[in-house]
């Protein structure tokens, strides 16, 4: 298994930056696929970013290209998503989910590990 805390988030003005960490224990690291996700009050949990085991290939969703990018220290266990450009669209609860299974990257069923989950408020 493998446990996960999210950190990093707080309030930001709209254009502003911030990085989200999460700190991983428990089995290796570098076995598990990483990925973000978000939910915002009143929708579902949605795909933001994930990054391969070694870190060599990252993905996006479409909102959030080109402003934010996640990224991996195997050696430390963390991943992090830093965010540019925050819109107050990017408000949500942000969660770190770890993946050891096969499947689609931006699917939330292949994650067995969730964070607690860390709030991300930009105002306008």
């Known amino acids: 298994q493998v446990q996960l805390v999210e950190s990093g988030g707080g309030l930001v003005q709209a254009g502003g930056s911030l990085r989200l960490s999460c700190a991983a224990s428990?089995?290796?690291?570098?076995?598990?696929?990483m990925g973000w996700f978000r939910q915002a009050p009143g929708k579902e949990r949605e795909f933001v970013a994930a990054?391969?085991?070694?870190?060599?290939?990252?993905y996006y969703a479409d909102a959030v290209k080109g402003r934010f990018t996640i990224s991996r220290d195997n050696g430390k266990k963390v991943v992090y998503l830093q965010m540019n450009s925050l819109k107050p669209e990017d408000t949500a609860v942000y969660y770190c989910?770890?993946?050891?299974?096969?499947?689609?990257?931006?699917?939330?069923?292949?994650?067995?590990?969730w964070g607690q989950g860390t709030q991300v408020t930009v105002s306008s």
């Open positions: 428990g089995r290796t690291f570098s076995n598990y696929r």
């Open positions: 990054i391969t085991r070694s870190g060599s290939t990252t």
């Open positions: 989910a770890a993946s050891d299974a096969v499947g689609y990257y931006s699917s939330s069923l292949i994650y067995g590990y």
